[in-house]
């Protein structure tokens, strides 16, 4: 009976020890996601600023061929269904308006292309009484990206490169 009130209370002293972990990390983490949401009002703020044109000029960017590209990624980083898939192309908007080509009407196409390609892999689940189709990369998938990876650095046009390089990754001086 001793031994079992000392296995109880090692456990109990082992539970305490991980909560105060926990509600560490999640203050941690809370703080983490109050400065992100703090930067992208801020970036929202800037978006609004900007003149309509230059506006624009950022929303096309999404509408570049990169997006079937960008699709197959997200489906590379873990299972997930078409909803998700918007859901996070969509993200946060700076002008509060949901990107165009994040919708049904061109997504589902983009993923029926890839599965039909053999790039994904769908299969039917139920959630409730719902049906979904999950969808995950297949190896001629994980293949292709691969290989765009590889040859992007070798084959694309050099001033290409520099531009996406100075517009997005170098910090102004």
Known sequence: ???????????????????????ESLKK??????KMHEAYHED???FKSLPKYDRKLLKGMMKAPF??????????KGRVHGYEIMNQLQGDSLDGNKLKSANPSKIYPILHDLEK????????????????????ITNEGKDTLYRIKNIYPRHVNKLLEEFI????????E
Do not use: A, C, P, V
């Open 67 to 76: 997006f079937k590209i960008m699709i197959l990624w997200l489906i590379n």
């Open 29 to 34: 983490t809370m703080k983490e996601h109050k």
């Open 44 to 46: 929202k703020k800037i």
């Open 165 to 172: 390089k100075d517009m997005f990754f170098k910090e102004d």
């Open 1 to 23: 009976m001793d031994n079992e009130q000392t296995n109880i209370k090692d456990d109990s002293n082992e539970l305490n020890t991980n909560k105060d972990g926990l509600i």
């Open 117 to 136: 390609n053999g790039l994904i892999g769908g299969t039917w689940e139920y959630q409730g009484k719902r049906k979904i189709k999950y969808y995950e």
